[in-house]
């Protein structure tokens, strides 16, 4: 089965740039999704299909994808950020969750 | 604007099979594309997806799971039912569904959730 792998935490100073990875075989070849979640609260979509943004999401947030690594990358990081974020894929018909990256804010 | 709410038992015993409902507003699962997924988080954990139902009724389940989950839908009441049967204390998580399509599969927007305690 596919495995996604992601660092359990980042930390990261406010109005500085966090870079949360998202590790896979070949994970460039796949369309890859990032949620964020608040503690006590459901799953929010910040990023589909690499690196779009829904509606409502801002444009701090950013993502790529290459090789065998995505990136969530958050700029100007604010004290709201700090969240659980987490990585996703359909591989096989299957819908796959990275592990989650604790981001803390310093 | 959609939103989803899951129901169903707080407390489960060992063994025993649960039954969560997704009820949803704002879609209809007999829309080409539309589909709704599970996805449960045990506390402190990560998530992990479960199983979804498409708006043709083909339906996906964790290849870990399969043998004890089964999914269906009920178009007329715009729900989604989740069945999982020998529920163990491992199985404790907050329980959720949210919307998806065979379009793009991502999941957006989530229901609050459901926590589900395995205990006897």
């Known amino acids: 089965s596919y495995v996604l792998t992601q660092p359990p935490s980042v930390s990261v100073a406010p109005g500085k740039t966090a870079r949360i990875t998202c590790g896979g075989n070949?994970?460039?070849?796949?369309?890859v999704h990032w949620y964020q979640q608040k503690p006590g609260q459901a799953p929010v979509l910040v990023i589909y299909?690499?690196?779009d943004r829904p509606s409502g999401i801002p444009e701090r947030f950013s993502g790529s994808n290459s090789g065998n690594t995505a990136t969530l990358t958050i700029s100007r990081v604010e004290a709201g950020d700090e969240a659980d974020y987490y990585c996703?894929?359909?591989?096989?018909?299957?819908?796959?969750f990275g592990g989650g990256t604790k981001l803390t804010v310093l | 604007q959609i939103t989803l709410k899951e129901s169903g038992p707080t407390l489960v015993k060992p063994t025993q099979t649960l039954t969560l409902t997704c009820t949803f507003s704002?879609?209809?699962?007999?829309?080409?594309?539309?589909?709704v997924g599970w996805i449960r988080q045990p506390p402190g954990k990560a998530l992990e997806w479960l199983a979804l139902?498409?708006?043709?009724?083909?339906?996906r389940y964790s290849p870990s799971l399969k043998s004890r989950l089964t999914i269906t839908k009920d178009t007329s009441k715009n729900q989604v039912v989740l069945t999982m049967t020998n529920m163990d204390p491992v199985d404790t998580a907050t329980y959720y569904c949210?919307?998806?399509?065979?379009?793009?599969?991502?999941?957006?927007?989530w229901g609050q959730g459901t926590l589900v305690t395995v205990s006897s």
């Open positions: 949210a919307q998806t399509s065979n379009f793009h599969n991502w999941f957006d927007p």
């Open positions: 299909y690499d690196r």
């Open positions: 996703q894929v359909w591989d096989s018909s299957y819908v796959v």
């Open positions: 704002g879609f209809s699962l007999s829309t080409s594309g539309v589909g």
């Open positions: 139902i498409y708006w043709n009724d083909d339906k």
């Open positions: 070949n994970i460039g070849s796949k369309s």
